[in-house]
């Protein structure tokens, strides 16, 4: 029910944006929290950040912030993170999730997942 994309390879100091698109009749992100997690080889899933969907309240890692832009369109029913700046340590399989609560920084608490798009950054 979520679809990731936007993934691919740039240069540090480049930009990629992402998109979470929703699929479905019935799921739809008005009145949920959509986020965004990441994992890198080796590392455990972490938190990027997330957006209230009614109010657009945004929420992010400290390790984002500054570069990363969390928003929503509510017409086309899809989130975006905007990453600019970036690093090779951004390197990392991005997910898009969903919950009816939140804002959740833990990945388990999140109900719905899309499938993940790579995203390379190199040096």
């Known amino acids: 029910q979520l679809q990731a994309s936007g993934g691919g390879l740039v240069q540090a100091g480049g930009s990629l944006r992402l998109s979470c698109a929703a699929s479905?009749?019935?799921?739809?992100?008005?009145?949920?929290?959509m986020g965004w997690f990441r994992q890198a080889p080796g590392k455990d899933r972490e938190f990027v950040a997330a957006i209230k969907w009614s109010d657009s309240t945004t929420y992010y890692a400290d390790s984002v912030k500054g570069r990363f832009t969390v928003s929503r369109d509510n017409v086309m029913n899809t989130g975006y993170l905007q990453m600019n700046s970036l690093k090779p340590e951004d390197t990392a399989v991005y997910y898009c999730?969903?919950?009816?609560?939140?804002?959740?920084?833990?990945?388990?608490?999140?109900?719905?997942w899309g499938q993940g798009t790579l995203v390379t950054v190199s040096s």
């Open positions: 479905g009749r019935t799921f739809r992100f008005t009145t949920y929290f």
């Open positions: 999730v969903a919950d009816p609560q939140g804002p959740y920084t833990r990945s388990w608490e999140y109900r719905y």
